[in-house]
């Protein structure tokens, strides 16, 4: 019987991963959408969202199933339990960069106002901690978490930048205003899948070490 | 003080040692569960703390075990006083083919101590069983259902005023309702007693206990917090048989 559990729970482990790269590839074409305004890329996003949705229910289902039929304990019971959690992460990543693409097609549309090289920097930086966050559950490997959280505090500082910098440009031209709003909503949303990169590297190293790992104060 | 010290504990049958080297602290007025697979030495470490192994012909055992300071292993300890102090709760619930208030009462007419009117409804509503049965407490213990059997074996050993319960597996003869309601008599006598169960049922353990030791071929593999024991346990051994890898 805890050979079919251990199964059941490598086979949600897998589904998990599944999503989490069509997630990857989801923010990796809203930032090539947005760096190189390719409207293509947009549709490719909104159509995958829908799978992203039916497979975060699916995944919350098996999940829910396994810990009233297994009653699982100990390091399987930390997997269920982050699997849930990153799986809900996951799919708000999915929705950000859906968000991201809409605000995408209004600049392709109105190209006057530039993030600066600021957008560009803070794309690399958060597909960069999804990476490694993801390739942390993959391997149970945590070695890679204070880099994750050095790039957190670098996206967040950019984006105080970028939204100076932007606002020092509504100042001199007011009438980019609704545009300026938009890069400002993008910016925030990359600072958001940061956040949720930093959520799924302290999820996992909760499932390494079994010890509670957010918010230390030691990293505010 | 009701604790149990234990310190340094071996006992053998003949040649084989059925316990090595066993230490831990049995906290007051908390449930400990001692789990483990089947010959680990659970019940053999559990029938220590009243000395009920002394009766096997070729047991010896060295190590200290206290209890209020002393230790039950000293010459001269009273076992009456002892087993009075610390009762026990079996497998299967095993109440005198007599009547209920003659279970309740044997104890104390053996001691014999004359007023118990009061003791009986004390013990039967401290197990949830006076409202069913004080109209019929004249009536077999036997009739009982296994449930209020193993109630009534419980309320027996209440009587004679203990502080430490220990329990061997005491809902392995039980449904999973009647179990059910066992579990939350413990919660309620915790209150004032000690409680240590064995038990093979780690869902049951995760639930009621409060601390959790694992043993194995008769050590104490590990010892703490049950939150801990099921959560993140430090030894490999203990993750892997509550995860069901090992066991």
Redesign the interface.
Known sequence: MEKHFHHELELLKQKLLDMANKVQQMLSDSVDALVNLALSKTDIVNSVEHDINRQEIDIDQHALKLIALHQPAGQDLRLLIIILKINNDLERIADETVNMCERVVRLIENPQLEGGNILPQMEGIVKEMLSKAIDALVKSDISQAQSIFQQEEQVDALHRQLVRDVIDQIKRRPEITELALDIISISHRLERIGDMAVNIIEDVMYFVTGEEERHPFDRT | MSEIIVKNLNLYYGNFQALTNVSCLFEEKKITAIIGPSGCGKSTLLKTFNRMNDLIESVRFDGRILIDGNNIFDDGYDLVDLRKKVGMVFQRPNPFPLSIISNITFGLKIRRLKRYDDVVEECLKAVSLWDDLKDELTGPALQLSLEQQQRLCIARLLAVKPEIILMDEPCSALDPIATARIEELMLELKKKYTIIIVTHN??QA?RISDFCGLMWLGKLVEFDATEKI????KEKL??DY????AG
């Open positions: 780690m869902q995760s099921f959560t993140n346990p203990t993750q509550i995860t069901g890898r």
